[in-house]
C-alpha cells in the first residue's frame, strides 16, 4: 500500500511504501506535477513592455476604439473588434506589407493572453463581428504619456512594434497549425509544408510524405509540466512531433530514460506495431506545443506512400525505389505525375536516368534537376573509375536484330547526351580527372573552353629566413611538393633540414601578420557608405560566380575523399565572411575617438542597411556580426551615442541572426527575395541536414546571374577604383584576445 499525504502549505510529498523502488517511476511523475503546482505565467517582459506602449498609444490616440459594441442582439462591453485594431496599426506602422503582418502581431499578444477574445477564441480574426479586450488590470497596462516625454514613448512604441513584428510569423504560423485540418487553405497547407523542412523529425521524410503531413496534423498545446501525455502500457493512438518545450520519457524500473527536445518526435513505434505504449512521456517544461499525427492519419499515409512507391529487387534485396510525385510541367500548365529515385545502388539509378533522357529536344531545355544532382554528387558514391565503364554495358533488349540495332542506337544516343550534360556542368574541371580525359579522348590542346575559377594563377610569395621572398606565378590547387620542386636550383646542392622546433619564441612575427595598429577611418571617413557597401557587393560577386556547385560538395562531404580537387574558390569566400567581420571589429577597436568611435557603429550599420538592400546576404551578416562581437558590444559609452533611430534598425536587422526554429528568422527573409542573391553561406556549409535533404546546394543556378549585376539603388561611384582597392585590401585584427584588450583600453 502507498500513502500519500500533500502539505498544503509546503508543498511536499510524504510517501510510505514496502516496496518503493518498484513505484519510483511514480513517485517522479507526482512529484514533476506537484512542483510546478504555481506555474509562472509565460510572459516575456519584452513582450509586456511592448503591449503596454501600444496599449496607451491606443488609448491616447483613438480611445473611441474601444466601446461597448453589439452583435446578433448581445451586448459586450469595452471592447475593440478586431477590424479595427488591425487597420489602427496599419496606420500607424509603415514597414508593415500586409493586413495578415498585423493580425500576426495581434497574435502575438493573444497567445500571450495580454489580449483576449470576448468568446475566449484562440486565433485573431481580421472581422468587424470579432470583438476583443485588453487585460489592463492584470498585467498592468495603462496610459505612459503623461509619466515620460513624448520623444521617449514613441521611441519605446517603433521598439515594442518592431519587436511584435519580427514575432509575427510564429504567432501566424501557430494560428494556422491550431486551425481545424479540414478549414486550412492551400496557402496555409504550403506554409505547414515549408516548415517540415526544417523539422528534424520529418528531415528524412519524402516530399509527398511532407505534403500529406501538412494536411492532418494537429496542434496540441499543454501549460504545465508534469502533465502526463499518456503512460506506459496505454493504447498507442497518435504520433507526435515536439514543437516548442521538452518531455521525459520515463519507464517502469528505470525512471527516467531520456529527454526529447524540439524537432523530435516519440510515439512511432506503438502506431506501427500496433502495441502499447513501451514509456511514459510526461511534460518537462510549462507551455509546451505538440504537433500530432492521429493514428488512422498516420496508417492512411504508411499506405499512400507504399501505394506509390515502386522497388526493383535482384536476388531479393532492393536495388532501385523510386516514387511517385507531383510535377510542375515546364510550361506551367498543370501537374504531371513522375517517378523520382529515392534510394538505389549507383548502376541502378544510372541505368533509370539513362531511361528518362529524352532525345526529341532541341538541347537547349534545362537538364533534369535528379539528372544534375546525380552529375554534381557522383564523385561521393560513384567515382569516375566507376562511371565511365559502365556507359559501356547496357544491355540489348531481346527482339529482332533490327530491333537490338534501334535500341543500341538509342541508348548511345542517350549516353551521348548525358556525357555532354556531364561536360556542361563541370567544363574544364574534367582536366582534373584523368579517368573522365581518357574517357572523353580530348587532350588538353583541343579543350578550348576555359572557366577562370579552375586554373587561375596567383602571385604566391615565398619567404626565406630573412623575411625577403621569392614570388612565384602557380595555380590555386599546386600542392606543397610541386612548390618546393619550383623553388629547386637544378645546379645547386640539395640539403634535407630536419627541424627540431618549431614556433620558436625568437621567431619574429612578421609585420602583416600582427595586423594594424591604427584605425584606417581617416582613409574612409570621406567615402559613403553606399559607395563602400556596393563595392564590397562587386567583389563578393566577383568571388561568388568564381565557385563551381561541386566545390560545396567536396567541402561538405571532406575534400580529403576527393583526391586531386579543389576548392579553393569556395574557401576564398568563406574567407572573405571572416574577413569582412574582423574588418568592423578592428576599425571600432582601433578608433580611439569616442565621438568618431560613434560615428563609426552609426556608418557601419549604414552599410549594412545598403548591403540588404543589394541582397548581398553574405556581407550583410558580416557586418552584423561584426557589430555583435563582444569586443563592440561592450563599448557601452559608444552605444550611447549612436542615434536612437540607427539603434532600432540595427535590433531589427539583429533579430535575423535569431538561429532558433532553425534560423527561420533567416529562412523568412530570404523566402521574400527574388533572385539573383548572394546566400550566407556559412550557414550553407554549418553542415545542417535539412540543408542537404532539401538539396538546396544544388540549386544555385536559381539564383546566380551569368555576370556580376550592378546595383539599382547605388548611386555613380565617386573614386571607385580607390574604394574597390581599399574593400579589397582589408588588413584586420583576427585576435580576440588583442581585439578584447583594446576595447578595454578605450572603456574600461
Not at 637544378?490 to 640539403?495: E, F, I, L, Q, R
Not at 609585420?511 to 567615402?527: A, F, I, L, N, R
Not at 565621438?595 to 553574405?618: D, G, H
Amino acid at each position: 500500500m502507498i500513502s500519500i499525504v500533500r502539505d498544503p502549505s509546503y508543498n511536499y510529498l510524504l510517501i510510505c511504501t514496502k516496496d518503493f523502488l518498484s513505484f519510483l517511476s511514480l513517485s517522479l511523475s507526482l512529484f514533476l506535477s506537484f512542483s510546478h503546482s504555481h506555474p509562472l505565467k509565460f510572459l516575456s517582459d519584452r513582450i509586456l513592455k511592448a503591449a503596454r506602449v501600444v496599449y496607451s498609444a491606443l488609448i491616447e490616440r483613438n480611445p473611441d476604439l474601444i466601446r461597448d459594441r453589439k452583435h446578433h442582439l448581445k451586448s459586450y462591453r469595452q471592447c475593440c473588434s478586431g477590424k479595427d485594431l488591425v487597420d489602427w496599426l496599419m496606420k500607424l506602422n509603415k514597414y508593415l506589407q500586409s493586413r495578415s503582418q498585423a493580425v500576426g502581431m495581434w497574435q502575438v499578444l493573444v497567445d500571450e493572453g495580454i489580449i483576449v477574445h470576448v468568446k475566449q477564441e484562440l486565433n485573431f480574426h481580421d472581422k468587424d463581428t470579432q470583438f476583443y479586450r485588453f487585460l489592463d488590470s492584470e498585467f498592468g497596462l495603462s496610459h505612459l504619456t503623461n509619466e515620460k516625454n513624448k520623444d521617449q514613448s514613441d521611441e519605446e512604441l517603433q521598439e515594442g512594434l518592431s519587436l511584435l513584428l519580427q514575432m509575427g510569423p510564429d504567432a501566424l504560423l501557430t494560428m494556422i497549425l491550431r486551425k481545424c485540418p479540414s478549414q486550412r487553405s492551400a496557402e496555409d497547407l504550403e506554409v505547414i509544408y515549408e516548415e517540415l523542412l526544417h523539422v528534424k523529425a520529418a528531415a528524412h521524410l519524402s516530399t509527398s510524405v511532407r505534403k500529406e503531413l501538412a494536411a492532418v496534423l494537429v496542434f496540441e498545446s499543454h501549460a504545465k509540466a508534469g502533465t502526463v501525455l499518456f503512460s506506459q502500457g496505454d493504447k498507442g493512438t497518435s504520433w507526435y512531433i515536439i514543437w516548442k518545450g521538452s518531455v521525459n520519457v520515463i519507464t517502469h524500473g528505470k525512471g527516467l530514460v531520456t529527454t526529447l527536445h524540439e524537432g523530435e518526435d516519440f510515439g512511432q513505434l506503438a502506431l506501427v506495431n500496433d502495441a502499447p505504449r513501451a514509456a511514459s512521456i510526461i511534460l518537462r517544461e510549462d507551455n509546451c506545443h505538440f504537433l500530432r499525427v492521429d493514428k488512422q492519419d498516420f496508417i492512411r499515409i504508411l499506405k499512400d506512400v507504399e501505394a506509390n512507391t515502386v522497388r526493383l529487387e535482384e536476388h531479393g534485396k532492393a536495388v532501385l525505389v523510386l516514387e511517385k510525385a507531383e510535377s510542375t510541367n515546364q510550361g506551367g500548365t498543370g501537374n504531371i505525375s513522375k517517378y523520382t529515385v529515392m534510394s538505389g545502388t549507383p548502376e541502378k539509378i544510372l541505368e533509370h536516368l539513362l531511361e528518362t533522357v529524352k532525345l526529341d529536344t532541341n538541347g537547349n531545355d534545362a537538364i533534369d534537376p535528379c539528372v544534375s544532382d546525380f552529375l554534381l554528387t557522383h564523385r561521393v558514391f560513384m567515382p569516375s573509375s566507376q562511371l565511365c565503364p559502365c556507359t559501356y554495358h547496357a544491355e540489348p533488349s531481346e527482339g529482332s536484330e533490327l530491333e537490338k540495332a534501334a535500341y543500341a542506337l538509342n541508348t548511345k544516343q542517350k549516353i551521348v547526351k548525358l556525357i555532354g550534360q556531364w561536360v556542361a556542368l563541370f567544363s574544364q574541371m574534367l582536366k582534373d580527372d584523368p579517368i573522365a580525359v581518357d574517357f572523353l579522348e580530348v587532350s588538353e590542346f583541343g579543350m578550348n573552353t576555359h572557366r577562370n575559377y579552375v586554373y587561375v594563377q596567383i602571385y604566391t610569395d615565398i619567404f626565406r629566413p630573412d623575411h625577403t621572398s621569392v614570388t612565384l606565378m602557380l595555380p590555386v590547387n599546386t600542392s606543397v611538393q610541386e612548390v618546393m620542386s619550383s623553388l629547386v636550383n637544378p645546379g645547386g646542392d640539395h640539403v634535407l633540414i630536419q627541424l627540431y622546433r618549431i614556433c620558436n619564441k625568437g621567431i619574429t612575427p612578421l609585420k602583416e601578420q600582427q595586423g594594424p595598429d591604427q584605425s584606417t577611418m581617416d582613409t574612409w571617413e570621406q567615402m559613403c557608405p553606399k559607395d563602400i557597401a556596393s563595392q564590397l557587393t562587386n567583389y563578393d560577386w566577383e568571388l561568388f560566380t568564381a565557385m563551381h556547385e561541386v566545390e560545396l560538395v567536396y567541402y561538405i562531404f571532406g575534400r580529403h575523399k576527393f583526391p586531386g580537387v579543389t576548392t579553393a574558390n569556395l574557401e576564398r569566400f568563406v574567407h572573405r565572411f571572416n574577413e569582412v567581420q574582423y574588418w568592423v571589429v578592428t576599425e571600432v577597436c582601433l578608433c580611439t575617438d569616442l565621438v568618431k568611435r560613434a560615428m563609426l557603429l552609426k556608418k557601419f550599420i549604414k552599410i549594412a542597411v545598403v548591403l540588404k538592400e543589394q541582397k548581398n546576404l553574405n556581407s550583410f551578416f558580416a557586418v552584423m556580426f561584426g557589430l555583435s562581437n563582444s569586443a563592440v558590444q561592450r563599448l557601452y559609452k559608444t552605444w550611447e551615442r549612436v542615434p536612437s533611430k540607427t539603434k532600432r534598425v540595427y535590433c531589427a536587422y539583429e533579430r535575423l541572426m535569431d538561429p532558433s526554429r532553425n534560423h527561420r528568422a533567416y529562412r523568412l527573409a530570404v523566402a521574400k527575395l527574388s533572385p539573383p542573391y548572394i546566400p550566407f553561406m556559412p550557414l550553407l556549409l554549418k553542415g545542417n541536414n535539412t540543408f542537404l535533404a532539401s538539396a538546396s546546394i544544388f540549386k544555385k543556378n536559381t539564383y546566380l546571374p551569368v555576370s556580376c549585376p550592378d546595383s539599382e539603388q547605388s548611386p555613380p561611384l565617386r573614386n571607385p577604383s580607390n574604394i574597390r582597392h581599399y574593400v579589397q585590401n582589408f588588413e584586420v585584427i583576427d585576435n580576440q584576445h588583442k581585439l578584447t584588450q583594446l576595447s578595454r583600453a578605450m572603456e574600461r
